[in-house]
């Protein structure tokens, strides 16, 4: 392994707007988030510890290959020589947040090893495919979609089924308003959670809700995000923050429903989910973020943008 591939950093992603909706197929908007990194490298003291969540991860990939169900060429052999050299992968991505920590991992380690060399980026379908089946090994499922944001460092728009490519992020004037992180300092799980809202999807009237009010006003928000109108974006961000606030329930940290229930009635900001909920970090949005900070004084925020 070169120092150049050794060194190559790969960053979180954040959804901006999608979660759980995407699953029937609404839009989603995802984007890389450079605060967090993490990259392949070997310990700095020369041991050659073993890692074990890469050592597990290789298991998973021989697995596939011995089974014929690996869909590209993957340099095995490698990957298994350098783990036993003490490679591991150097991250500051916290886990558990919904900020794509695996992705990451499976977007560093295809760029390593994959030996068929899916030149044509553009190929965003294939390379989908291909990170979904990698990454499956850490949530039972997945949708390929946190690897390759990593491995393109570009945002991702899905406009639904199948249908997904780059898209550029407009420039904001920037002013008093803005979108922020709030961190809950929690980590979850994600399958769990996914779990469930696949459950109560099968509720013929939960999954109607979802199909005629969800999926609407999150795609409103993309919309209303990517042709920079505020106005409606604080609208529609608060008819999604009151929709989560009443169906999601179960996803949103039980501290944090007062502070969530707060931000709808004074309209001082609105919160959503940032990923499956649980923890990890809750998205806002605001018109007077200097405000929030006061408002909000005792919670860790993180202004994503300003508008």
């Known amino acids: 392994m070169t120092?150049?591939?050794?060194?190559k950093k790969f960053y979180s992603k954040i959804i901006l707007f999608g979660e759980y909706s995407v699953i029937q197929n609404s839009m989603a908007l995802l984007i890389p988030y450079s605060l967090f990194e993490g990259k392949l490298t070997f310990r700095r003291d020369n041991t050659t510890t073993?890692?074990?969540?890469?050592?597990?991860?290789?298991?998973?990939?021989?697995?596939l290959i011995d089974n014929n169900q690996l869909s590209f060429l993957f340099d095995l052999t490698s990957?298994?020589?350098?783990?036993?050299?003490?490679?591991?992968?150097?991250?500051?991505?916290?886990q558990g947040y919904g900020v794509g920590s695996s992705g990451a991992l499976v977007a560093a380690i295809f760029d390593r090893y994959e030996q068929e060399t899916v030149e044509n980026k553009a190929d965003i379908k294939k390379l989908k495919s291909i990170f979904a089946q990698m990454e499956s090994h850490?949530?039972?499922?997945?949708?390929?979609?946190?690897?390759?944001i990593s491995y393109l460092n570009s945002p991702i728009l899905i406009k639904g089924k199948n249908q997904l490519g780059s898209v550029s992020i407009p420039k904001f004037t920037k002013g008093k308003g803005g979108i922020f992180l709030l961190n809950t300092k929690r980590s979850r799980k994600t399958e769990p959670l996914v779990n469930l809202f696949l459950e109560k999807s099968r509720n013929e009237s939960y999954f109607n809700l979802c199909e005629d009010v969800l999926k609407p006003i999150t795609n409103h928000c993309i919309d209303n995000f990517l042709n920079v109108d505020i106005d409606l974006l604080l609208k529609n961000f608060k008819l999604l923050s009151?929709?989560?606030?009443?169906?999601?329930?179960?996803?949103?940290?039980?501290?944090?429903?007062?502070?969530?229930?707060?931000?709808?009635a004074t309209n001082?900001?609105?919160?959503?989910?940032?990923?499956?909920?649980?923890?990890?970090?809750?998205?806002?949005?605001?018109d007077d973020f200097q405000k929030v900070k006061r408002v909000?004084?005792?919670?860790?925020?993180?202004?994503?943008?300003?508008f």
């Not at 120092?3 to 060194?7: A, L, P, T, V």
């Not at 990957?79 to 991250?91: H, K, T, V, Y």
């Not at 001082?268 to 990923?275: M, R």
């Open 3 to 7: 120092q150049n591939n050794i060194e």
């Open 296 to 306: 909000l004084a005792a919670h860790e925020l993180r202004l994503l943008l300003s």
């Open 268 to 286: 001082n900001y609105s919160l959503k989910l940032c990923g499956a909920g649980g923890g990890g970090f809750l998205m806002g949005i605001t």
């Open 50 to 63: 073993i890692d074990p969540e890469l050592k597990a991860f290789s298991l998973y990939i021989k697995q």
């Open 138 to 148: 850490f949530h039972g499922s997945s949708s390929g979609v946190d690897p390759l």
């Open 242 to 264: 009151a929709f989560q606030h009443e169906h999601f329930s179960p996803m949103i940290p039980k501290l944090y429903r007062e502070v969530w229930s707060e931000g709808l």
């Open 79 to 94: 990957l298994e020589f350098d783990i036993s050299q003490g490679l591991f992968f150097d991250s500051t991505i916290p």
